[in-house]
């Protein structure tokens, strides 16, 4: 099998699993003054991931930490920054605090989201209207700093009986 046959079959792969194929980008991009060639495959979203094709974070409402690197060192508006607190019916059952079970590695989490715009029905990240189409969840940064003790558990079920 040739190099184009094997490409062409990956592509339809992606493709039939409903994913778009998009164009590779030149080797020398165009209005791009901080690159001088492309290195590898996935410039052409630099964009994207710089915030500017419309990115949204959501962090635990307590994880002032994760905010502040959203705010100030990846330069997200604060408009585009969603503090969701427990909103799962416990401390910390929350979208934005992931746990593996009942007991063990647990922490605050910080999802990305791209807002496909005003054409698509939804609201933003943990409001009423979230469930729309508008906004897609693209990434979920987990930050497992805790581990949830069995003994703490059953302590804390026992104060809320």
């Not at 994880?63 to 508006?77: F, H, M, R, S, T």
């Not at 910390?92 to 922490?107: E, I, L």
Request: with cysteine; aromatic share 12%.
């Amino acid at each position: 099998m040739h190099s184009n046959a094997i490409r062409a079959s990956f592509l339809e792969y992606f493709r039939s699993k409903g994913h778009a194929i998009v164009a590779s980008s030149s080797l020398v991009p165009a209005n791009d003054p901080t690159l001088l060639f492309v290195n590898s495959g996935m410039v052409q979203f630099k964009d994207v991931f710089l915030g500017k094709e419309k990115l949204w974070a959501t962090v635990y409402a307590e994880d002032d930490e994760a905010y502040d690197i959203w705010l100030k060192v990846i330069g997200l508006p604060a408009e585009r920054i969603v503090r969701i607190g427990d909103n799962k019916g416990a401390r910390y059952a929350s979208d934005n605090f992931w746990q593996m079970a009942d007991t063990g590695p647990c922490g605050p989490c910080s999802e990305i989201f791209y807002d496909h715009g005003a054409a698509l029905a939804g609201g933003p990240p943990g409001s009423a209207d979230a469930d729309g189409d508008r906004f897609v969840e693209i990434w979920n940064l987990v930050f497992m700093q805790y581990d949830r003790a069995a003994a703490l558990i059953r302590s804390w079920n026992r104060s809320i009986s």
